[in-house]
Structure formats: structure tokens, C-alpha cells
């Protein structure tokens, strides 16, 4: 099992130089990687800790000439609000200036009045997603030419700079049968959230069962707050998910479960709801590498 940070590039807490200090903290102590969380614009009074959030593809530029070795991702990026080509154009940027430490995830969105305030098709956005994914992977593979049929962007006989000398690692983010069917067909891993366990083991037999048994990787992203005693949370779309918490032993047992359904890779948010401090979130990455790194 590898592990990455989830860092807090949103929330009441956010705090610049408790960003820079995690993620430099993250790399010292051995994780794999770290990752942003992606929104734009929200509704005022969304329920969310995602009105207060940095720009994550910005964000991660920045990390990126703060740190030497950790891998940098995005958990996960909403496509659908974006020109393709330019998100393209700055994760193959990015990934040349950090040395090919970069890493995706792509997920198809569900906050439906942020896609009104981007004028952007929310309905259509699986569709999008998957035209998306396909244009950016003919930008980084050298094709000079691409037309979809529900994105807008389109290209003839161009020239796409920087060149990527290797795959760009894609995972696809959430729940559903399309996100686990989009992440059979186009990515390198399914990256879904943790439900209480007996769910998710549900979801993975049928993630599996899609796959006939030719699965990708499962990678999942999971809330961690040690200020807590309760291994449950809800969602900013008021889902019910596993939460890490101060109580190792049971984190132990929890991981050991989601290792043997075949996940390999946590990613671990600290700052699930947006309002545990830098302080406490330090303290937790240190502690669970003493554990578990």
C-alpha cells in the first residue's frame, strides 16, 4: 500500500504557509505524493469547505519548484469546466519543469450551479469528460489532429509543445458504473471515495465484475482527522464515508480490509470538512507515517 496527502488547498483553515510546511513535511517523511482538490467557482452557502480554494493546476506549478522528489496530482480535476487543450498544455508544462512527477485524476463534477456559472454543459458532462480525456492523451502522444462531438476544441495539423517522453498517470474519480466503466477505458486506476466498508466492498465486486477480471488499480481517497473518535463522515454531497482517525489500531484494521479488496494506494484528505487546523493536520500526517510509512 503506497499513501499521498490530500493537502488543504481549501477550507476555513487554509493557510499559505501550512501548505508550503505539509508538503514539504509530506516528502520529508517518505509519502509517495501530494495532491489539490479542484473547484472554481461556488454558490455562496453551498454546505462545502470548496468556497475558499486555490486554483489547483496554479497550485501545483508552485508546489512543484518548492519540492524535489514527491509526486504532484490533482483529486480531482473537474475537466468539464475547462478547455481541454490548455489544461493539456499546463500538466505537460508542469510535468517537464517538476521532472515527470506528475500524476491526474479526472472527475466528472457535481455541483450543477458552479457548471452554470462556467456556462458549461452539465448534463452532457460525462460525454465531455470522456472527448476530454481523449484530446488531452492525443496532445501528449503527438497526434495533430482531433474533432469530438461534444467538446468545442478542436485541431488541425498542429503542433503541441512540450513533448511528453512518457504516459502521464490518469486516474478517474468516483462511485458510479460510469466512472468505474470511464476508468476501464481510459485510465491507468479507479479512484473512488471510501463508503463504509460493506458498501464499498460491493463497489469494488462490481467495479471488478465490469472489468472481467482484467481490473485496473484501485486507488481511493480518504478522509483522516485526529481530532475525532467517530470512523464516519458526511460529504459535502452528504454521502456517508470512512474516516481515519486518532484510533490507529482500527485505521490499521481499515486499511488492512480496503488491501484486501484490492485497493493499493490511499490518498489521505486531512481536512475533510475544511476547519481542522494546520497544527492538527501536521501532527496527523506525522503520526500515521510513524505507523504505516
Known amino acids: 500500500m503506497r499513501f499521498g496527502i490530500c493537502l488543504p488547498n481549501y477550507g476555513d483553515t487554509l493557510d499559505i504557509e501550512g501548505l508550503k510546511r505539509i508538503s514539504l513535511l509530506a516528502e520529508e517523511l517518505g509519502y509517495d505524493s501530494i495532491w489539490l482538490t479542484d473547484h472554481v467557482l461556488m454558490p ?5 469547505p470548496y468556497e475558499k ?7 501545483m506549478a508552485y508546489l512543484a519548484s518548492l519540492t524535489k522528489k514527491i509526486k504532484l496530482g490533482i483529486s480531482s480535476l473537474v475537466i468539464a469546466l475547462r478547455n481541454p487543450i490548455i489544461v493539456a498544455k499546463e500538466i505537460a508544462t508542469i510535468d517537464l519543469l517538476s521532472n515527470g512527477r506528475v500524476m491526474l485524476a479526472i472527475a466528472a463534477g457535481w455541483n450543477e450551479r458552479e457548471f452554470q456559472f462556467l456556462n ?6 460525462g460525454k465531455i469528460v470522456n ?4 484530446l488531452m492523451k492525443s496532445l501528449w502522444t503527438g497526434k495533430s489532429s482531433y474533432k469530438g462531438k461534444y467538446i468545442k476544441q478542436f485541431y488541425e495539423e498542429a503542433v503541441f509543445e512540450p513533448r ?3 504516459e502521464i498517470e490518469l486516474w478517474i474519480a468516483g462511485n458510479s458504473e460510469f466512472a468505474m466503466k470511464r476508468a476501464l477505458k481510459y485510465g491507468n486506476a479507479w479512484h473512488p471515495n471510501v463508503y463504509p466498508l460493506d458498501v464499498f466492498q460491493k463497489l469494488v465486486e462490481k467495479y471488478k465484475s465490469l472489468a472481467q477480471n482484467n481490473w485496473k488499480p484501485i486507488r481511493a481517497r480518504i478522509g483522516f482527522n485526529i481530532t475525532v ?3 464516519y463522515y458526511l460529504s459535502p454531497q452528504g454521502e456517508r464515508r470512512i474516516l481515519l482517525t486518532k484510533d490507529m489500531n482500527t485505521n490499521k484494521e481499515i486499511i488492512e480490509k480496503l488491501e484486501s479488496m484490492g485497493v493499493d494506494y490511499l490518498l489521505l484528505a486531512t481536512n475533510p470538512n475544511g476547519k481542522i487546523s494546520m497544527d492538527k493536520q501536521e501532527e496527523a500526517i506525522k503520526i500515521f507515517a510513524s505507523k504505516f510509512l
Open 229 to 231: 473518535s467517530e470512523n
Open 120 to 125: 458549461a454543459d452539465f448534463h452532457r458532462r
Open 53 to 59: 480554494i486555490l486554483e489547483p493546476i496554479s497550485t
Open 44 to 48: 455562496k452557502n453551498s454546505g462545502t
Open 164 to 166: 511528453i517522453n512518457r
Open 131 to 134: 472527448e476530454s480525456i481523449e
